[in-house]
């Protein structure tokens, strides 16, 4: 018999949480962080550091934006059922459309583990770590708020760090950008496989200026 699951035309997923239409947008109305910043992860997929840095930090307000609204779904979905939607939610969308809709100094720390596995020069589009899209993280970020960048790849490194050196709101945390461990309590999925495997992870901090 031949599937008629979805010959309505309904798209999977149609139904993934979606931000207001409101701009300037504010984050933080919808984690009830009242007038603290709060933290932003860009594409937390299956969203397991999201849900560990809110269960490591019980003051801690986090929101994703994960393109893939089946995974917004998922985990947002997942966030409820333990208790955390108040202090946590994905939502459906595109960060280097949202950035430049948040109210400016609104956001403590902005996450983005392990971008930007294109290798090929016609991929470039897809790359999210872009000059455009840290100019929106530099613009949402409150002074002294915190860009947390981790990679396993060398080459991804250093083309990060060169990214991020030409925009001069962004400065390293210390002497350079580079740091040992991740301090938020919390590890991507990836993260602990490539600790598991012995495979080094490039870490790369950055703190707001000006």
Known sequence: MADTSNLSGTRPYADAPRLPDDEPL??????????????????????WFLVERLEADPGARVVGLEIRRKWASIVDERLEKRGLSDRGRVFAADARQVLPQLVPGTL?????????????KRHAKRRVLTAELLSGVAGALAPGGELFVQTDVFDRAEQFESVVAAEPRLAPWSATARVEDNPYGARSPRERRAIADGLPVLRLRYRRVG
Do not use: M
């Open 26 to 47: 504010d984050l933080r109305a919808l984690v009830g962080a009242g007038s603290r910043p709060v933290e932003l992860e860009i594409g937390p997929g299956r969203g």
């Open 108 to 120: 403590s720390v902005v996450y983005i583990h392990f971008p930007d596995p294109w290798w090929k």
